[in-house]
């Protein structure tokens, strides 16, 4: 879906740097949310925003921090990052005026080293 | 929290047989179920969703039913087709009200011509 947008598509870093994933939507969504994707696994959430002053934690938020800059926009922070954290990130919104259905961006693929 | 479990994690079917995934799921308030396609490199894609007031719902060769009083549900595929090969995710959530969804572990589907 175009109306979502991920930047970077694809990272590479190292152990102890300081990372930002951003997360951009036309959608005109209020809920914005950030989920891990590891492989085998299922889509674990890290923190959602319902709107611009709230943000809450999800199942995997430890070494993680976001910030809700603006309705269209929500970035996922690695303060520190470590091997552990490779993965596949996705951003995703919804309306819940428009039914419940999360869009989803198309992902950041980010290699810890 | 909630808690979805998602069986099996990797289906293997003839092309033209049915294919059958199953979820359960914990928090008895959850009234909220969607599925969700995620083809090799692709984002998660909505394909179906069901809510806890209605058994089943098709849409041409898919179809999802409830059992609230088991708290498990499942999605029906028909006549597979190559295109049906992908990563299937089940989740369950409360609805609007906390738009929060907790996903299963996927299963892969793998549809042999």
């Known amino acids: 879906d175009a109306d979502v947008t991920q930047t970077p598509r694809n990272r590479i870093t190292k152990t102890g740097k300081r990372i930002m994933l951003e997360c951009s939507q036309t959608?005109?969504?209020?809920?914005m949310y950030w989920y891990r994707q590891d492989p085998g696994l299922g889509l674990q959430l890290i923190y959602y925003s319902f709107d611009v002053k709230d943000i809450n934690k999800g199942e995997i938020s430890d070494g993680y921090s976001v910030s809700r800059q603006a309705q269209a926009k929500f970035s996922l922070s690695l303060e520190s990052a470590i091997p552990n954290q490779t993965a596949l990130y996705f951003c995703?919104?919804?309306?819940?005026?428009?039914?419940?259905?999360?869009?989803f961006g198309p992902g950041t693929r980010l290699l810890v080293l | 929290g909630e808690n979805v479990e998602q069986h099996p994690s990797t289906l293997s079917v003839q092309e033209g047989d049915s294919a059958v995934i199953k979820c359960t799921y914990s928090d008895s308030a959850s009234n909220y179920f969607p599925w969700y396609k995620q083809e090799l490199g692709k984002r998660p894609q909505l394909i179906i969703d069901i809510r806890s007031n209605v058994g089943e719902k098709k849409d041409q060769r898919i179809a999802v039913t409830l059992n609230k009083t088991a708290k498990h549900f499942s999605l029906h595929i028909t006549e597979t087709q190559p295109e049906d090969s992908a990563v299937y995710f089940c989740a369950a959530s409360m609805g609007a009200a906390g738009n929060k969804l907790t996903f299963g572990g996927g299963t892969r589907v793998l549809v042999k011509p």
């Open positions: 995703a919104t919804s309306d819940p005026g428009g039914g419940e259905t999360q869009y």
């Open positions: 959608k005109g969504h209020d809920r």
